[in-house]
């Protein structure tokens, strides 16, 4: 059986660093560190692997992906949402079942299916540089708690222009990658900006359990502007991809029940794949030889989610806020008391006259803003967070003991530090 | 009321139209008007297939527009086999439609609507975005019910009783898109299906210089501005709209609604694009296998050729889309394969003291009550072909993928190739199928079956070729 591409022997090759991308955890950590833009760095040991069947080209920025089901934790202050949360299937310390994207590049096969029923969510955070060639290369590893679930998956680029189908990935209209497969799709971004990107397999079920992922474009004359504007110069960057859980649906997809989709109804609005408090948990690490996302001690439940939504920045340091909303509803954000200026709306340059500051936003579902804002200057009065919630107080699931109403919800803090 | 074959609630008629969806299918893959049996439809067999589809006025009258619409009910069909109880605008005598006739006047024309009431219940039309609108004569006002100690909102505008009609007219003061829907109780009337669209042509002649003098009679602009210029072979209309099944069977068993039937209960099973719901958004205006449900929503085009001195085989003009919104909340609408450039909303360019605030969106939040302008083009940027510039990564035998019943077989555009045999390969000639669709994916579903519901599918034939019946 055919399961490699044509293009050469699955020979390790040591990638430029501009090949090199950054993915989950170790991306965010990078973004929140502060002081500049996202260090091009990563995680140790990721580099030296191509996908698989692929080699090494000039100006193409390689890597994999695999999709699979696996388990995600809630906070632990949730209360039962009885029989749907927590799911009684899941391995403790986890609750949800997810469905998801891992990076995986730079493993050996063998490790790569080892990583079957590990999905994480949000998926993988892909940067790419306008004028380089992206290859994705997508592993269908299957679903451990479905098996009867012969699902194929895909990789939709949402917003990328001038799309080819075969690049699209909408099954109907194009191809999808069954299990046991690989499929490589070719991006060539000429648009900075921030996009998104996603199953379209079965789609509405798919999404909605995780398979959800940001992706942005930087301009090719500076990586530490937005857009092609020096107006759009940042310090500190910080994606977040809004969702939301239907934690019955979840459920449903573990005990081989069926869903009405049309009955959606969210118990839980997430940021980068974590619900609060746990958006301010720190970010999680991959393994390479394992290959495994690493658990860290007192938050062993989000060793599935590794995206942190915490933002730190020195006073006067510029924070670029790459939003996007692949849940099914709008969503207002607030920051009160910062001036957000909108530069970029749906991977597009807005311009001067175009722009909008407040310290609000609204955001469509599918749709992504980019927002600049001034840190404040550090206090040594000790009064030096500032939260970005959604302004919505029925989206959250509150508390065990009642006492947090913001537990399950999509909120988030800017710790501004000395 | 009409007379209707009412012997099973419409909830469970579920009547098999497994041969209607495949025809609706095969409809597809004509590029040319299918002659289906269009006698019971509500357009006429000679209209276009695809695209657009106005309604002319009567009368002959420079300046003057003249409509008829009655309100009646009637019969809606959807893609899973479930059928509904509607209200709707009718053209005239015309058989009942949903939504209600597409009415297309220009700037300045004095617009009078009849409005004949064959419901058994009050009804009215309200003309979102419309000035001065009079009712019999005299401004149009919202109408109580008055006792000796309480007025209650009865409707939004003038309304008339079941056997009556009535007549509004104003002057279309500004060119776009425009709702139109009940008034009256609108809350059950909206619901049932009284909407439908209002166009406003601009006096405006569209410049067509930059096109080296080629007869160009497809340029059109939508807005007194040479910015809003687009070929009127490519104007698409996309109308939101969604259905809870239980307020139509409801209505259909003569029960009575209380608020909490639209509030607590209310839960839309059914997302609907110009009255259909995936697959029979592409199928052809006037399908006779949806005689009620007249208007398509195929997006058809041909890429977008970069030229320094564009020809009209290089396709310079954008196709426009209307989107138009009625709902319970908004509409995020996603079309693949481009950005749209957003000009207006609500009949109003997007533009402040002359400078130009169109922006582009991969993501369209259509607001309940309102409409957007959107202009939509595509470029076959990267060129693949299979001899001259293959796709960088050859792909895997076609054996280790999952291949889609509209994928052509081929990534290239023109190309094709035979589809693994369990297919259904509904590919034509090599033409490119994107989606375009809502992205709260709930509503992109036929009562929670994924690809159906509010999605539609945009069409790229390879430009100047015969075998797309194109040339």
């Known amino acids: 059986m055919s399961r490699e591409h044509d293009t050469g022997a699955d020979t390790p090759r040591v990638l430029s660093r501009r090949n090199f991308l950054i993915f989950g955890g170790g991306a965010i950590a990078a973004v929140a560190a502060g002081g500049g833009a996202m260090a091009a760095t990563a995680a140790p040991g990721a580099r030296g692997k191509m996908p698989p069947g692929l080699v090494d080209r000039p100006n193409v920025r390689q890597l994999a992906l695999s999709v699979t089901d696996g388990w995600a934790g809630m906070p632990r202050e949730l209360p039962v949402i009885d029989p749907y949360f927590p799911d009684t299937l899941a391995p403790a310390p986890l609750d949800t079942y997810i469905f998801g994207f891992r990076d995986v590049t730079g493993l050996d096969r063998p490790i790569v299916q080892s990583q079957a029923g590990k999905a994480q969510i949000s998926a993988p955070v892909i940067e790419a540089t306008v004028g380089e060639e992206v290859w994705i290369t997508l592993s269908n590893l299957g679903l451990l708690t479905r098996p009867d679930l012969v699902d194929s998956h895909t990789l939709h680029w949402h917003g990328?222009?001038?799309?080819?189908?075969?690049?699209?990935?909408?099954?109907?209209?194009?191809?999808?990658?069954?299990?046991?497969?690989?499929?490589?799709?070719?991006?060539?971004?000429?648009?900075?900006?921030?996009?998104?990107?996603?199953?379209?397999?079965?789609?509405?079920?798919?999404?909605?359990?995780?398979?959800?992922?940001?992706?942005?474009?930087?301009?090719?004359?500076?990586?530490?502007?937005?857009?092609?504007?020096?107006?759009?110069?940042?310090?500190?960057?910080?994606?977040?991809?809004?969702?939301?859980?239907?934690?019955?649906?979840?459920?449903?997809?573990?005990?081989?029940?069926?869903?009405?989709?049309?009955?959606?109804?969210?118990?839980?609005?997430?940021?980068?794949?974590?619900?609060?408090?746990?958006?301010?948990?720190?970010?999680?690490?991959?393994?390479?030889?394992?290959?495994?996302?690493?658990?860290?001690?007192?938050?062993?439940?989000?060793?599935?989610?590794?995206?942190?939504?915490?933002?730190?920045?020195?006073?006067?340091?510029?924070?670029?806020?790459?939003?996007?909303?692949?849940?099914?509803?709008?969503?207002?954000?607030?920051?009160?008391?910062?001036?957000?200026?909108?530069?970029?709306?749906?991977?597009?340059?807005?311009?001067?006259?175009q722009r909008t500051v407040s310290d609000t936003l609204v955001i469509g579902a599918g749709e992504s803003r980019d927002v600049i804002f001034v840190a404040p200057q550090w206090r040594p009065d000790g009064n030096n967070t500032y939260p970005l919630f959604n302004t919505d107080p029925t989206k959250y699931r509150g508390n065990l003991d009642g006492s947090d109403q913001w537990v399950g919800g999509q909120r988030t803090e800017l710790e501004v530090e000395a | 009321m009409t007379a209707r074959n009412h012997t099973r609630p419409a909830a469970h008629r579920r009547a098999r139209r497994w041969g209607a969806v495949a025809l609706a299918i095969a409809g597809l893959t004509s590029a040319t008007a299918l002659t289906t049996n269009h006698t019971v439809s509500a357009v006429p067999p000679t209209a276009k297939s695809e695209g657009l589809l106005c309604t002319p006025p009567t009368g002959a009258t420079p300046g003057q527009a003249n409509y008829v619409l009655t309100a009646k009910e009637g019969i809606i069909n959807l893609p899973d086999g479930n059928s509904m109880l509607m209200w709707g605008y009718a053209n005239g005598n015309g058989a009942f439609q949903y939504p209600g006739p597409v009415m297309c006047v220009n700037e300045g024309d004095v617009v009078t609507v009849t409005l004949r009431n064959q419901l058994a219940v009050r009804t009215s039309a309200l003309f979102?975005?419309?000035?001065?609108?009079?009712?019999?004569?005299?401004?149009?006002?919202?109408?109580?019910?008055?006792?000796?100690?309480?007025?209650?909102?009865?409707?939004?505008?003038?309304?008339?009783?079941?056997?009556?009609?009535?007549?509004?007219?104003?002057?279309?003061?500004?060119?776009?898109?425009?709702?139109?829907?009940?008034g009256t109780d609108p809350e059950l009337q909206i619901e049932m299906g009284l909407v439908g669209s209002l166009i406003v042509y601009p006096t405006t002649p569209a410049d067509t210089s930059d096109l080296l003098g080629e007869s160009v009679g497809h340029a059109r602009l939508a807005y007194d501005d040479p910015n809003s210029r687009y070929s009127t072979e490519h104007e698409y209309m996309v109308l939101l709209t969604e259905l809870d099944p239980d307020v139509h069977y409801a209505v259909e068993e003569g029960g009575v609604l209380q608020s909490a039937d639209y509030t607590e209960a209310y839960t839309p099973r059914y997302f609907l694009i110009n009255g259909r719901s995936f697959p029979d958004t592409i199928a052809p205006n006037g399908a006779g296998w949806l005689p009620a449900q007249p208007y398509g929503a195929l997006a058809h085009v041909e890429p977008l050729q970069i030229s320094a001195t564009p020809t009209e085989s290089d396709n310079p003009l954008p196709a426009l889309i209307r989107y138009l919104a009625v709902g319970g909340e908004p509409y995020p609408f996603h079309p693949h394969s481009n950005?749209?450039?957003?000009?207006?909303?609500?009949?109003?360019?997007?533009?402040?003291?002359?400078?130009?605030?169109?922006?582009?969106?991969?993501?369209?939040?259509?607001?309940?009550?309102?409409?957007?302008?959107?202009?939509?083009?595509?470029?076959?940027?990267?060129?693949?072909?299979?001899?001259?510039?293959?796709?960088?990564?050859?792909?895997?035998?076609?054996?280790?993928?999952?291949?889609?019943?509209?994928?052509?077989?081929?990534?290239?555009?023109?190309?094709?190739?035979?589809?693994?045999?369990?297919?259904?390969?509904?590919?034509?000639?090599?033409?490119?199928?994107?989606?375009?669709?809502?992205?709260?994916?709930?509503?992109?579903?036929?009562?929670?079956?994924?690809?159906?519901?509010?999605?539609?599918?945009?069409?790229?034939?390879?430009?100047?070729?015969?075998?797309?019946?194109?040339?």
């Open chain 1, 160 to 353: 990328f222009r001038n799309a080819i189908p075969y690049y699209d990935g909408v099954p109907e209209t194009s191809i999808s990658v069954p299990i046991g497969r690989d499929f490589t799709y070719v991006f060539r971004p000429e648009d900075a900006g921030t996009y998104m990107y996603h199953c379209h397999f079965e789609d509405v079920e798919h999404v909605t359990m995780g398979m959800t992922g940001i992706v942005f474009v930087r301009p090719a004359a500076n990586s530490a502007w937005a857009y092609d504007d020096p107006d759009t110069e940042f310090d500190v960057e910080m994606p977040i991809m809004l969702t939301e859980f239907d934690l019955a649906g979840h459920w449903n997809d573990a005990h081989i029940q069926t869903s009405d989709w049309t009955s959606y109804k969210p118990d839980v609005w997430l940021m980068n794949g974590r619900a609060y408090p746990d958006t301010l948990a720190p970010s999680g690490v991959r393994d390479d030889i394992t290959g495994d996302l690493v658990p860290q001690v007192g938050f062993e439940h989000l060793q599935y989610q590794p995206q942190t939504s915490k933002i730190r920045a020195t006073g006067g340091q510029r924070v670029l806020l790459r939003i996007a909303n692949l849940g099914f509803q709008e969503q207002t954000l607030a920051m009160p008391g910062i001036d957000l200026v909108s530069v970029g709306s749906d991977a597009r340059w807005l311009t001067p006259d």
């Open chain 2, 339 to 471: 950005h749209e450039k957003v000009i207006a909303k609500d009949g109003r360019l997007l533009s402040d003291g002359g400078v130009d605030l169109s922006m582009e969106k991969f993501a369209i939040t259509v607001d309940p009550g309102s409409t957007i302008d959107a202009l939509f083009t595509w470029t076959n940027v990267e060129d693949y072909s299979a001899t001259a510039n293959p796709t960088p990564v050859p792909g895997p035998d076609q054996k280790n993928l999952t291949e889609g019943e509209y994928w052509s077989g081929s990534p290239y555009l023109g190309g094709q190739g035979v589809l693994n045999p369990e297919v259904q390969a509904k590919n034509v000639c090599g033409e490119y199928y994107h989606v375009a669709h809502n992205h709260n994916l709930a509503e992109a579903t036929n009562y929670g079956a994924a690809f159906g519901g509010q999605l539609t599918l945009i069409r790229v034939d390879p430009a100047n070729t015969t075998n797309c019946g194109n040339a």
């Open chain 2, 128 to 182: 979102l975005g419309i000035d001065g609108v009079t009712a019999n004569g005299a401004p149009a006002q919202a109408q109580f019910d008055q006792t000796a100690t309480t007025a209650t909102l009865r409707s939004l505008t003038d309304d008339v009783a079941p056997g009556g009609s009535i007549t509004y007219k104003f002057t279309a003061g500004h060119p776009g898109t425009y709702l139109y829907e009940s």
